[in-house]
């Protein structure tokens, strides 16, 4: 029919514009390692703001003591209390995880952090008072802040701008710590933040603590961000003390990341231009969790309504920015069931599209391969930019260092088949040879125990 004919010319259409091939990859992981450069250099002078986050010690297993965090990421709060006992590792844990009422991202500042501290103060007043902190002692914390913050010292930093759906604009500027603490201090939390940490350096610190060879933290969560150890003279912004350990940890906030080589579509605009930052992100935009179902349901609703794919009209629902999450993208994606009934069950209930047939079910899952193909392989192209920015992409002198790589966040969690797509991809960039020397580790909650195991470290009693 002439409506098949139509759909499955968009959908080549969408797999020639989203393709992939490694000779592009390439040229992407090699324009990340030319902005990585550019961002070091100088402040602004790339996309990538290359953050230096004041970590110039990661973990080393012997930290001591009870120790906080807080994870503020995109989607859920949580709060984390571990004890630390040196080298024979963490004795307890314990953690408490709300989610974020959608009207307090975009409220004010005072609302958002009055929430977060009422949580720290129910947590901290339910715990056994055999935590609580010696006569005369504050409790400590690692806050972990999953945005863009300019980081001015190890325990206090500025927003840059709000991402991931978040926008309070009277935030921006201001010193999250300092906002923090007036919050606890109104809610009558007596705990001071020792070390302000983005996610990424929270990972790469939790992950550092498992395991020696760990180099690089990527988050795939709701948005998208990578963090590495660097060489401080290779940091030629930095103008501070150089770091006894010759390292510092630099926060990439590589979301912003952006390339004439991305295969960006009429659905990535608009997409952009439509959303709550158009112009930023754009590269978290193609591989993260909050964007990739809204990049499925905007292709379905051109096929719904050029191939009339559901019928004559488009469903109603369809036309609904961000009704389709990324976790129902990926259910449909994983569907086995022969005739595809994950499919048929998702499109029914959440798009109120029922009965639809077969043949079509096959064109939707088709899309999201396409889709969560395309963010896995360019992921695995962001990751080789940081290994040869890094020299860890080639083997000299018969040697490859070992690289571990801490991965956090839902995406990479739950997304099976994104999660293979992008290993496989980054073996297939640096070849067998290398890829023995390069693993992959999943980094649970990494970032929070990284924030505490930070707090730590930076605690104002040692
Ligand atoms: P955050 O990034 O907000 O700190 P998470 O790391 O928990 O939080 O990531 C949550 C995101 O992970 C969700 O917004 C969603 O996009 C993605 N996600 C969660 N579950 C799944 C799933 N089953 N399949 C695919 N993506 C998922
Ligand atoms: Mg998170």
């Known amino acids: 029919s002439n409506q098949r004919v139509k759909s499955s010319y968009i959908l080549k259409e969408l797999e020639e514009k989203c393709a992939t091939p490694s000779s592009k990859l390439r040229l992407i992981a090699d324009a990340m390692s030319v902005e990585m450069h550019a961002g070091l250099a100088s402040e602004g002078g790339s996309k990538l703001k290359m953050i230096i986050s004041f970590v110039d010690n990661l973990p080393t297993g012997d930290e001591q003591g009870v120790y906080y965090a807080l994870d503020l990421g995109g989607t859920n709060f949580r709060v984390l209390r571990v004890q630390l006992a040196g080298q024979s590792g963490i004795d307890s844990q314990e953690f408490a995880e709300v989610s974020i009422p959608p009207q307090l991202m975009v409220g004010s500042s005072e609302a958002l952090f009055d929430y977060i501290a009422a949580e720290v103060a129910k947590f901290v007043g339910d715990e056994s008072e055999k935590f609580g902190p010696l006569p005369g ?45 007036k919050a606890m201090e109104r809610k009558g939390v007596n705990m001071r933040v020792s070390a302000l940490v983005n996610d990424t350096v929270g990972t790469l ?43 510092m940890v630099i ?61 004559d009209t488009v469903p109603p629902k369809l036309k609904t920015p961000f009704i389709l999450r990324t976790p129902e993208m990926s259910a449909m994606h994983h569907d086995t069931s022969p005739d595809l009934k994950v499919v048929g069950n998702t499109l029914k209930d959440i798009l109120e599209i029922p009965n639809v047939p077969i043949s079509t079910r096959k064109i939707v ?59 496989n991809t980054l073996n297939e960039l640096v070849g067998d040879e290398v890829a023995k020397h390069i693993k992959f580790v999943h980094s649970n909650d990494g970032s929070g125990i990284g924030a505490a195991l930070l707090a730590a470290s930076h605690s104002q009693y040692i």
């Open 205 to 247: 610190a939790g992950g550092r603590y498992d395991n020696k060879d760990v180099f690089i933290a990527v988050i795939l969560g709701t948005g998208t961000n990578a963090a590495y150890v660097e060489r401080a003279q290779a940091i030629p912004k930095w103008h501070g003390p150089h770091p006894k350990s010759g390292e």
């Open 137 to 181: 002692r504050q409790r400590e914390l690692g806050f972990t802040f999953s945005f863009p913050v300019l980081q001015l010292s190890i325990d206090s930093g500025t927003l840059i701008r709000w991402t991931k759906g978040f926008s309070i604009d009277e935030m921006v500027g201001k010193d999250v710590v300092a906002e923090l603490t």
């Open 251 to 311: 926060n990439m906030e590589w979301g912003n990341f952006r390339s004439s080589h991305l295969p960006l579509t009429e659905y990535d605009n608009t997409l952009d231009a439509e959303s709550l930052n158009p112009g930023e992100q754009i590269f978290e935009k193609m591989i993260s969790g909050m964007y990739l179902g809204e990049i499925v349901r905007r292709i379905l609703c051109r096929m719904a309504d050029e191939a009339d794919l559901f019928g």
């Open 365 to 423: 899952v088709e899309v999201c391969n396409i889709i969560a193909t395309r963010g896995a392989r360019l992921a695995a192209a962001g990751i080789l930019g940081i290994l040869k920015k890094t020299s860890r992409d080639t083997i000299k002198d018969d040697e490859v260092p070992k690289t571990v790589i801490a991965m956090d966040g839902g995406l990479y969690e739950h997304y099976k088949e994104y999660r293979h797509c992008l290993e």
